[in-house]
């Protein structure tokens, strides 16, 4: 290795110093210019995010009929009192357990409803689960419930929409490639996490 080195050094061209010094100049201007750039769009960004519109989504929890309407996020930020208001809708309804629901989940329906156009309420089966719910769920039916469920971290839902298919629900719910889609038309509704990418 150290006699490769060596011949490639007596075989370099003098002008190799000049040119690898102009190239370090050149890519440390480039990562500046990018620097800088990076820099000019993030003020952009935040200003249009507080023009953006507030993000509300409309709930229901087929389990307990509790219905929402609560605005979530707006001026580029997350509302704290819409975020709790959620959290408690999208409880385990076995146990009772409150959980934190994962902003980019509530992302993701968002962007669900505005995909399908839907203006109604959004019907919950699961959403958050406890892992005492997890495990009861895995002994009655193993194969559909992953030991390290997304739901015990408030990372995934299952839902339906009145007036729409589970397919067509399904279908919209890949096309947004925000993580996992799950498929269960015996039971009439469509899993969503945003864990990686992937569907079932």
Do not use: C
């Amino acid at each position: 290795m150290k006699d490769t080195d060596a011949q490639s050094a007596a075989t370099a061209r003098p002008d190799d110093t000049v040119t690898r010094s102009f190239d370090r100049r050149h890519l440390l201007r480039a990562g500046l210019g990018l620097a800088a750039s990076a820099a000019m769009l993030a003020p952009m960004e935040a200003e249009a995010a507080l023009r953006a519109p507030p993000r509300q989504l409309a709930l229901i929890n087929l389990h307990t009929g509790e219905r929402i309407r609560a605005e979530y996020w707006a001026k580029g930020r997350y509302l704290r009192d819409g975020m709790r208001e959620i959290n408690r809708v999208l409880r385990d309804h076995r146990t009772g357990a409150v959980h934190s629901i994962d902003p980019k989940l509530l992302d993701l329906v968002h962007a669900l409803g505005r995909k399908i156009g839907n203006r109604g309420p959004i019907q919950i089966v699961s959403a958050y689960r406890s892992p005492e719910s997890n495990a009861m769920l895995r002994e009655a039916d193993g194969s559909g419930v992953a030991q390290n469920s997304y739901h015990m971290q408030g990372k995934a839902i299952d839902l339906r929409v009145p007036g729409m298919s589970t397919r067509q629900l399904q279908r919209a719910a890949l096309s947004l490639r925000g993580g996992g889609v799950g498929y269960y038309p015996e039971s009439n509704f469509v899993h969503m996490d945003v864990g990686p990418l992937r569907h079932w």
